[in-house]
């Protein structure tokens, strides 16, 4: 049973961005009954969605018909399920869904139901745009560096509890796409962890990835850039032990594995690659995440309950302390945000973004829209 406050009835109609069949989007009501929201849930009043390149892909791939577009957005609980002890109605937050995957629930509505466990509080200070901009890319970061590469979280590696940290002697993660939403968070989460971070980017874009706390950053098109990352790792001792490679096509992930330092170590890539790439080097282990299995499986990965503790405790205790004294456009000492790219406002301006994402055409900024 949920705790609806009392000026909210049991039950709702709203406007959603929804899947058609043949192709495209359309703007369709949705009617929303109280017990449509589980005890683990909560209800948000949207007030800005966030664009990923999940967003299109799913539609490609999943091809539901009458589903809910999107994945994060940002807003006000409305009411929660009577599980959820950690927000109350009222409280602003962020999170995400599996969007064009359900026929009652997304993000790119005006109300959405998201699973109180992935919910980033949003800190005083920081607008609803930037609050959108976070939960996937950011959530993806956190899985991928603190549970499958099971690096310390910020305040871990601060209270010194990694025998690295301990020891002084930081260990060295590539970050694949340093210029991605993702590689955008991981680079300063994994900083903040205390290791030493090579990255990959576009020129234009190094002194941007440098200041996210990249100690090297390399041009992903350069022919010598497994080599020169090698070189900067210091190959003659530990190299290359960790990486997060987000981009994982194009022979990516072939790059990252050669350039990982004599005793091999750890890669976690973001989309799947074949079983040759996987087996490329014995010393090397290569693995998919997918942020999606921390809600339930998605094609054929299943869910993945076992991540869902470590990434509770950083979102109830380091996310609290790195966005504390956020401030708008600027983040906060230790977390700055991407820039944003605000489209215009209602379900047009958030299906021309998608276009824009489908079409590469955003480049470092995060595509933000507004259901109304
Ligand atoms: N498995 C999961 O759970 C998960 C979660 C999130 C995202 N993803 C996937 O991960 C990928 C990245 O998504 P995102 O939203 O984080 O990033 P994004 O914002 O879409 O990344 C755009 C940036 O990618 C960079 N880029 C393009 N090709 C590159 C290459 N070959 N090497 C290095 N950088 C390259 C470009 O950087 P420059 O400007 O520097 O050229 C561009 O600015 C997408 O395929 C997405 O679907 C998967």
């Known amino acids: 049973m949920m705790n609806f406050p009392k000026s909210v009835s049991l039950s709702l109609t709203y406007r959603a961005l929804v899947t058609q069949s043949g192709g495209g989007f359309k703007v369709a009501e949705v009617y929303l009954d109280a017990n449509e929201v589980k005890p683990h849930e909560v209800l948000v009043k949207v007030r800005a969605v966030g664009l990923n390149p999940t967003d299109w892909k799913s539609f490609d791939w999943l091809k539901i018909e009458d589903a809910v577009v999107g994945c994060d957005a ?13 927000f109350k109605a009222g409280d602003r937050v962020a999170g995400f869904t599996i969007g064009c995957s359900q026929t009652h629930n997304g993000a790119f509505a005006e109300y959405v139901r998201f699973d109180a466990f992935t919910l980033l509080r949003l800190p005083e200070g920081m607008p609803y745009e930037e609050g959108a901009s976070l939960p996937i890319p950011h959530l993806t970061a956190v899985q991928n560096l603190h549970v499958h590469l099971n690096l310390p979280t910020p305040s871990q590696a601060e209270a010194k509890l990694s025998p690295s940290a301990a020891a002084g002697t930081p260990e060295t993660i590539l970050i694949w796409g340093g210029t991605t939403a993702t590689g955008h968070h991981a680079i300063q989460l994994a900083r903040l962890s205390g290791l030493r971070v090579i990255a990959t980017a576009s020129p234009q874009a190094f002194d941007e990835v440098l200041a996210l706390g990249a100690s090297f950053v390399f041009d992903y098109r350069d022919v010598d850039v497994v080599e020169k990352i090698r070189e900067a790792a210091g190959d003659s001792e530990m190299g290359v032990r960790y990486v997060l490679d987000t981009i994982s096509k194009g022979g990516a992930t072939e790059k990252c594995i050669d350039a990982m330092g004599p005793k091999g170590g750890q890669v976690v890539h973001l989309l799947p690659v074949s079983k040759d790439i996987v087996k490329r080097r014995a010393d090397v282990e290569v693995s998919l995440t997918l942020v999606y299995n921390l809600l339930g499986p998605m094609l054929s990965d299943p869910f993945r309950p076992q991540d869902r503790p470590p990434v509770q405790r950083y979102l109830e205790n380091d996310w609290i302390q790195l966005s504390k004294g ?14 944003i790219r605000r489209l215009e406002r209602g379900f047009d301006g958030i299906v021309d973004g998608l276009k824009q994402m489908r079409e590469g055409r955003y480049g470092r900024e995060k595509l933000v829209g507004y259901v109304c």
């Open 74 to 86: 940002a807003g006000d609980i409305v009411c929660v399920g009577s599980e959820v002890t950690r």
């Open 326 to 339: 956020w401030s708008n456009g600027v983040g906060t000492e230790r977390l700055k945000p991407q820039r």
